[in-house]
C-alpha cells in the first residue's frame, strides 16, 4: 500500500494548478468544482502520460513483437502493477482491468456469483450501497432465487451491526461499500471480513471513493474482492480495476468471450487464458489503464496521509483533536437543526421562472434527513442553491444520484405536510 508520508506541508494552491480545467472561468467567475464524488478532474500528469503513449509508443497490447507494441504492453502491465501496489495487493497477476466499479461488481455476480450460488442462498448487503452494489444483486435474485438481505443503519448514518450474525447465516457473499457516497460513511472492514469468514461467505468492497481519499489495503481489509475506479482519483475515464484472490480467479469462467481472453480456439471449444488476461477480452482501454497509472503516481506525489489531512473538517467549527470517522457531515437531529438555522441566516437564491415542483426533484421545504454526498456529488434536493452556485462558477451537479432512489434515503420529515413527488 503506497501512503507516503509528506515531508512539507503540501502547498494546494499550487495543486490546484496541476488542473487545466480550474483556469477557466465560468459566469466571470474563477471555476470551484464541487463534483468529484461523481468523477474527478484530470491533473496535467495523467494527461500528459496518455498524450505520449498516443504520440509515441501507441499499438496493440500483447499481440506484437515490434518495437511500439513491446512499448505500450510494457506501459500497461506497468499500470497494473501501480495499481495492484495502490491497494496493498502482493501480485499484480490479482488485478483485473475493467471500465469501472461497476463492471468490476457485475464481473463478480456473473462469474463467480453464478457458478457459486444457489438458490436459497443469500447475498447480504446495506442501505448505504451504490446502484452498482444493489442492482446486480436483484438481477441474480430475480434468475437464480438468490436472497438478498440488508444491513439498516442506525439514525447517525452508520450500518446496524446488532443482527450481522442473523443476516449472515446462510449467506455467500457480503458486498458493502467502504465509503458511501451517499453519506459520507466510513465503514469499519475488518470486523466485517472476519464475520463474513466465520459465516462461510466472502466479502466484496465496493472501495470507488475510499480509494481517492484515504490508503487502502486489501490485506489489513481482509477482503476477499475490491473494486475501485480511475475516473474518481485524477484518472481517466473507462478504466476500473477488480482486484480478487488468486485462488478465486483461477477458478471463476471468463465474464466476457474473444480477444486476449483466450489461450487457444478449436473447433469444439477453447481454453481460456490465464489469468488476469481471461478477465480482459478484446482490446483493453490501453490509454487509460497507463492514465490511471500517472493518477497512482500523482497521488502518491502528494501522500494519502496528507490527502486524508485536507479532507477533514476545516475551520473554527472543527473539534480540535477529534478525528470522526466520516468522511461526510454528520446526520441526525442536531445536523438537522443547524442546517435549518443556517438556511433562516441565508435565505434561498431566489429561483428561475417556471414550475414551483419538479418531478423527481425538491428545490424547497424543510431539509430532508440526508447528509449532502461525500465530495459533494449531486442529487436534486436543494436544487436552488445548485442554481445559485452554477451562477457563480461552481459546478454542482443538479441531477438524480446513484443513491437517493431507494425511499430509505428520502424519509419524510416530521412537521412537512406537502405531498414529496417521487422520481
Known amino acids: 500500500m503506497a501512503v507516503p508520508a509528506s515531508a512539507v506541508p503540501i502547498d494546494w494552491a499550487a495543486v490546484k494548478g496541476d488542473f487545466p480545467v480550474l483556469e477557466r472561468t465560468v459566469n466571470g467567475h474563477r471555476l470551484v468544482f464541487l463534483d468529484s464524488a461523481a468523477s474527478s ?23 506484437g513483437v515490434y518495437r511500439l507494441a513491446e512499448e505500450a504492453t ?122 463474513a469468514h466465520a459465516a462461510g461467505a466472502l466479502l466484496l468492497v465496493d472501495a470507488a471513493q475510499s480509494v481517492p481519499h484515504m490508503g487502502v489495503d486489501v490485506g489489513a481489509i481482509g477482503c476477499d474482492f475490491l473494486a475501485y ?3 474518481k482519483m485524477c484518472g481517466p475515464t473507462g ?19 474473444g480477444g486476449e481472453m483466450i489461450a487457444d480456439v478449436r473447433l469444439d471449444g477453447f481454453t481460456p487464458n490465464e489469468v488476469p488476461h481471461k478477465f480482459e477480452a478484446g482490446t483493453m482501454p490501453i490509454a487509460e489503464a497507463i492514465g490511471l497509472g500517472a493518477a497512482v503516481d500523482y497521488l502518491d506525489t502528494l501522500g494519502f496521509e496528507a490527502i486524508r489531512e485536507h479532507d477533514r473538517p476545516q475551520g473554527p467549527g472543527r473539534r480540535s483533536g477529534r478525528q470522526g470517522p466520516r468522511l461526510g457531515p454528520a446526520v441526525g437531529r442536531r445536523a438537522r437543526r443547524r442546517r435549518q438555522l443556517r438556511t433562516r441566516r441565508h435565505p434561498r437564491p431566489r429561483r428561475e421562472p417556471g414550475p414551483r415542483r419538479a418531478r423527481g426533484v425538491r428545490a424547497g421545504g424543510p431539509p430532508l434527513r440526508q447528509a449532502p454526498h461525500a465530495g459533494a456529488g449531486g442529487c436534486g434536493h436543494g436544487a436552488g442553491v445548485v442554481l445559485h452556485l452554477q451562477r457563480r462558477g461552481r459546478r454542482r451537479r443538479a441531477g438524480g444520484c446513484a443513491g437517493c432512489g431507494p425511499e430509505v434515503f428520502r424519509p419524510p420529515v416530521k412537521g412537512d405536510r406537502r405531498r414529496r413527488e417521487d422520481g
Do not use: C
Open 41 to 63: 478532474q484530470k491533473p496535467r500528469a495523467v494527461l500528459a502520460a496518455m498524450d505520449d503513449l498516443y504520440e509515441h509508443h501507441y499499438a496493440n497490447i500483447h499481440r
Open 74 to 195: 510494457a506501459a500497461y502491465e506497468a499500470s497494473r502493477a501501480k495499481a495492484a501496489r495502490l491497494i496493498g495487493a502482493s501480485d499484480p497477476r490479482e488485478v483485473v482491468f475493467t471500465r469501472n466499479t461497476t463492471e468490476a461488481i457485475n464481473l463478480v455476480a456473473y462469474s463467480w456469483a453464478r457458478q457459486n450460488l444457489q438458490p436459497g442462498d443469500a447475498v447480504v448487503t446495506t442501505l448505504l450501497e451504490h446502484h452498482a452494489n444493489i442492482v446486480p444483486w436483484h438481477m441474480l435474485a430475480a434468475e437464480r432465487g438468490v436472497e438478498v438481505r440488508w444491513i439498516p443503519l442506525t439514525p447517525d448514518g452508520h450500518l446496524d451491526l446488532r443482527n450481522l450474525d442473523r443476516l449472515l447465516d446462510g449467506a455467500k457473499l457480503l458486498t458493502v461499500a467502504q465509503v458511501s457516497n451517499v453519506l459520507g460513511t466510513i465503514t469499519d472492514l475488518p470486523p466485517l471480513a472476519e464475520a
Open 229 to 231: 475506479s480511475a475516473h
Open 239 to 257: 478504466v476500473g480495476v477488480l482486484w480478487a484472490r488468486g485462488e478465486l480467479l483461477d477458478a471463476m469462467p471468463p465474464f466476457l468471450g
